[in-house]
Nanobody, 116 residues
């Protein structure tokens, strides 16, 4: 298992920016895939962005061009830079790590609210 702790959520106005951080309890350099998911009230959890150990990146269509996922291996941290935020981006954002060595791990989530 790997423990994941998210931070950086909050309240932001439409058009604003936030950067989410996900700190892992062990090296992320060899973890097969890490990603960000979100869940809005009454909706299913959905993938926002993911990155593999081979640096393959995937984004949901709804965030392409606005969100950027990145990693800092020295800090064992994954980031999600969110720009041009919209009210429909409001959700709890979860960090995720997946690897055959430990299965799937989730963080506790961080709330992002986009509202004027």
């Amino acid at each position: 298992q790997v423990q994941l702790v998210e931070s950086g959520g909050g309240l932001v106005q439409p058009g604003g920016s936030l950067r989410l951080s996900c700190a892992a309890s062990k090296s992320i350099f060899t973890i097969h895939a890490m990603g960000w998911y979100r869940q809005a009230p009454g909706k299913q959890r959905e993938l926002v962005a993911s990155i593999t150990s081979g640096s393959r990146i995937n984004y949901a269509d709804s965030v392409k061009g606005r969100f950027t996922i990145s990693t800092d291996n020295a800090k064992n941290t994954v980031y999600l830079q969110m720009n041009s935020l919209k009210p429909e981006d409001t959700a709890v954002y979860y960090c995720n790590a997946a690897d055959v060595r430990f299965g799937i791990s989730w963080g506790q989530g961080t709330q992002v609210t986009v509202s004027s």
